[in-house]
């Protein structure tokens, strides 16, 4: 399914970021099986959605500017409540 390709992606991707492993947009698309231009939607997509990736262009890689990670899942109610303590 469409869908659940597209959450592996960006699990993927959200991976090869911590480890600072991605490369350059065209070597990622590569890698992922996706276009340049593609690549760059992902990457709008979890930044819109907070994520603070940068590109080192030392490294030519994309990274986190700070510890995290981006998740997709579905919190149950007491796990929301938890979160909104420790956060």
């Known amino acids: 399914m469409y869908y659940d390709e597209t959450l592996k992606r960006i699990e993927l991707l959200d991976h090869l970021i911590k480890i600072k492993g ?3 947009a065209k ?3 590569e890698r992922l099986g996706l276009s340049r231009a593609t690549v760059y939607v992902y990457l709008n997509i979890m930044k ?3 994520a603070p990736i940068k590109f080192c262009k030392y490294r030519q890689s994309y990274y986190y500017d700070e ?3 981006f998740t997709i899942r579905f919190l ?3 796990e929301l409540s938890n979160q909104r303590i420790t956060a």
Do not use: N
């Open 22 to 24: 991605t490369g350059t």
């Open 27 to 29: 070597k990622l698309g």
């Open 67 to 69: 510890e995290g990670s």
């Open 48 to 50: 819109v959605h907070g």
């Open 76 to 78: 149950k109610k007491d």
